[in-house]
Every structure is written in C-alpha cells, then in structure tokens.
C-alpha cells in the first residue's frame, strides 16, 4: 500500500462525488498534482476546476494526461460508482498503478490522527458538518471530510494541519465505513438500506456492529438509544455512550424543547450535567436530535460547553439538508436530499411542525431501481403523509432499469395523497405555486433534481413576492 508521502500525483475516477471531491480538495492542498474523471459537469466539478484541478467528462483513456501516466508516485483513487470496466480504471490497473477505493484512502489519511466517524442511514451528514464546525470553533480544531456542501465554510473539505481529529462521514454503502478505524464513532440510524449491496437487513446490522467493533480502545462509540445493534465484539476498553432527542434514559438528549423567536433553544443533559440555553442555528426538530448526537461527540474529547453554546446558532446547515430557499408570508420553498423512506418522513413531519395549516406539495425522485423495488411501500407511507405527491423518474445513477420497476412502483400504493407523474424536463413549468391556501413546496431526492433547484427558486421568487 502506498504511503501518504510518496504520493506526488492523483487522479481520481468519479472526481465529482461528494467524498471524492473533499478528496481532490485534500491532496491539493497537500501539494500533490491532482486530476480526474467524472461522467458529467456539475456544480462539484465546475468548483474544483476553478481552484485548478482538472477534470475530463469522457473516459476515453488517451485524455489522461502524461504526468498521470507515470506509474511510481501516482495514486489511482476511485469510487465504487463506477463500473470495473471503465476504461481509465482497466488502463491503470493493467499497468500496474497503487489503485484504491475512496474508503480505503479515507482510513489511510487518518491514519496516525485521532478520527470522529459518524455513520447512520440517516442524519450522517448533518451530525457530521455540525460536529467539524463545533470542533472548528474551539480549542482543538479538526480537518474534516464531509458528505456535503457545508455553508459555513462553502467547501465539502477542511483542513488544520495542526489538529489532531479528523471528522469523517463514514458510508456504509459498499461495506466502505468497516476501512476505517475510530477513535471516536457515532450510529445515527440502522435502517435498511443498499440491499443490492448487503442482501438482508441481517448482513446490513451486522455490518453496522463491525464498524463499532472498530472503534480503538481508549476511544467511545455514541450509538442512538434504542439501535438493535450487537456491541458484544467492541473492544473493552471502548467507552460506549447513547442520545436520543428526549429520551431520559439517553446518556446525552434534550430537555426544555421550544421554539423562540423561530428557533429551536433547550437545555442538553450530559453525563457530566446540564448545558442550558441552548439555541440552533438551523430549523428542524429532528435536527435538534442531530445536534444532541454531535455536541456529544464534541464534549466526549474535550470541547467545552461554553465553546458549544456560542457556536451552536453559528452553523447554517448543508446544502441540500433542509435548505430553504424562498419563504413568504403564505409559502415555502424547501430542498432536501431525502431519499431513503424514513428520512423523507422525518422531514415531512418537520416541516408540518414549522408551517401548520399549510398546503405540502412534495416532489420526489426516486433514486435507484433497486431501492424503488426494495422499499416501494415505505416510500408511499411516507409520502402518503404529505397533501399532494408529485413523482419525478427514477434516477438510475450506477444502475441499469428493472423492468417494471418505475415511479409509478410508489405511486400506485399511495393512498388518500393525489399523485402526479411529472417528466423530470418538465418539472420546472410543471410547478407553480397555490394561490388559494398557504404552501409549502418541498423537492427530496439524491439524483440530480437538486440541478432544478435555483431555476424553480428564482420562477417562485417571481410568482410569490
């Protein structure tokens, strides 16, 4: 395996990945030459080419420029996206190239650091971006690698050469997380996902119980009270603590939950005692829960509450993670990478919490064929909660079609909700703001739905000023 410091240049397959991309961001910034491939320009790649990093949208080989084709010093990186036989990838690994996957370079850079992995089917991202800017805003500092855009910082990556923690969104998807190796963990949530990957939700839990074995003695694991989890193979010398959003039998959770002045404030009881005065800088019940998970992960290494309370309202969320982008008087505009069934739950009961009485149209486009096929009925209980459903295609990402598996695959078990089926190059004429009830428009999704995003906010800017 190559080590950190022989590496002079990197080309990354699947460039435009969020994880990939906080890994272009890194070896820049450590001085390497970096470069690489993704299938199609996007917000992700037209940011890293403007900070110099080359990017090319065809695999063809021959676009691989000279420097990379030198095999001693070049670190071939990609992401389990990709198929075996892309051409860039069969080219390097016939040539004999250090290859890697993301995951593995992830536990190879945090390698000798102390590393604060959060995992879960969902919130991951959220408690991973809150955690790096509360350990940014004390005394210890942190490099980061994030699952998004976080908007206090504009960038998926941090760096601090001089701390020693590392905050890592670890991704169960390809069994990636069981690479690394905590020093700090959080399980946010175990629901079932990526069965084309762990084929039953027993292989899937047993994967989760892995990755908190992997937690180094002398280190905690802050797993969500009441996750069916076997921790019977953790080191003894793991310290495990639980959170919850109000649970009192949590090690960590929330008390004096309220609303004032549009914000979420309450009091965080501890282990050591209470944090009061609290206050969120983000909307969202289920992101106060959020915040519960990754203020214990702060307190566990020695941030301190003072430190928390002051940088607590300071965060302003991720891109795509409840992300309003146009409110009135009488309507909402609401983005959100909901994809997994209980994730859109957990938003639609969000935003019923934040704007009551309002009419909730919510867009959703499924992402992957096998996900559609695997969780059809969670998908339209979920949705089922909002007034009206309008239903995108599928996004394929790495997968091709199933027959008989659409969109209509949700739709056609969604009871007592109207649904629509709408062609994603119509969404944007398609949607038009109610005049006769206050709404709320909330769009979900992990494909490219979020493209339309800032055309549909700027067309309800001008219908609901």
């Known amino acids: ?249 949590a090690d960590f959770y929330a008390e004096n939950i309220r609303i004032d002045k549009g914000s979420y404030c309450f009091d965080l009881m501890t282990p050591a005692g209470v944090i009061s005065g609290l206050e969120m800088g983000i909307p969202g019940l289920l992101n106060v829960e959020n915040a519960v998970g990754a203020m214990g992960l702060a307190l566990l290494n020695g941030v301190q509450p003072d430190e928390i309370r002051r940088a607590l309202p300071m965060f302003r969320g991720i891109r795509r993670r409840f992300d309003i982008w146009h409110k009135t008087e009488d309507f909402a505009f609401i983005d959100d990478y909901a994809h997994h069934p209980e994730e859109i739950r957990a938003t639609v009961q969000s935003v019923r919490l934040m704007y009551p009485g309002y009419h909730l149209t919510g867009v959703f486009q499924p992402h992957l064929y096998t996900r559609t096929r695997d969780f059809a009925d969670g998908f339209a209980d979920a949705l089922s909660l909002l007034d009206e459903v309008v239903l995108a295609d599928i996004y394929p990402a790495r997968e091709e079609p199933i027959p008989g598996i659409t969109s209509r695959s949700i739709g056609e078990l969604i009871s007592g909700t109207p649904v629509t089926y709408v062609e994603y190059d119509k969404l944007i004429e398609s949607l038009t703001p109610r005049k006769d009830v206050p709404q709320v428009i909330l769009t979900m999704g992990a494909g490219d739905i979020d493209r339309l995003v800032p055309v549909l906010a700027e067309k309800f800017k001008l219908l609901k000023k």
């Not at 593995?104 to 945090?110: C, R």
């Not at 210890?140 to 923690?165: M, R, V």
Request: with cysteine; hydrophobic share 40%; glycine share 10%.
């Open 1 to 249: 395996m190559m080590l950190p410091d022989e590496i002079k240049r990197v080309w990354l397959i699947g460039i435009g990945g969020i994880g990939m991309s906080a890994l272009a961001r890194y070896f820049k910034l450590r001085g390497c030459m970096v470069a690489g491939y993704d299938r199609t320009p996007s917000p992700v790649t037209d940011a890293l080419q403007e900070e110099g990093i080359e990017v090319v949208f065809d695999e063809n080989p021959d676009l691989i420029g000279p420097p990379f084709r030198a095999k001693e010093g070049t670190l071939i990186i990609f992401t389990p996206a990709v198929g075996e036989d892309q051409a860039q990838l069969v080219l390097f690994r016939e040539g004999g190239f250090a290859v890697m996957k993301r995951a593995q370079v992830l536990g190879l850079v945090s390698r000798g650091s102390r590393s604060v992995c959060i995992a879960g089917t969902h919130g991951k991202t959220t408690i991973t971006t809150l955690t790096a800017h509360l350990y940014r805003e004390s005394s210890l500092g942190c490099c980061a690698f994030l699952g998004g855009i976080a908007k206090n910082f504009n960038t998926n990556f941090l760096w601090d050469e001089t701390s020693e923690y590392v905050v890592l969104e670890a991704d169960e998807f390809d069994r990636s997380f069981l690479w690394l190796r905590p020093y700090t963990a959080l399980i946010s949530a175990v629901d079932a996902d990526h069965l084309d990957v762990y084929g039953t939700r027993e292989s899937f839990l047993e994967a989760f119980a892995e990755f908190a074995s992997g937690v180094v003695s002398g280190g905690s694991l802050l797993i969500k009270d009441g996750l069916p989890l076997d921790l019977s193979k953790l080191d003894p010398g793991v310290n495990i603590y639980t959170y919850s959003l109000n649970s009192k039998r």
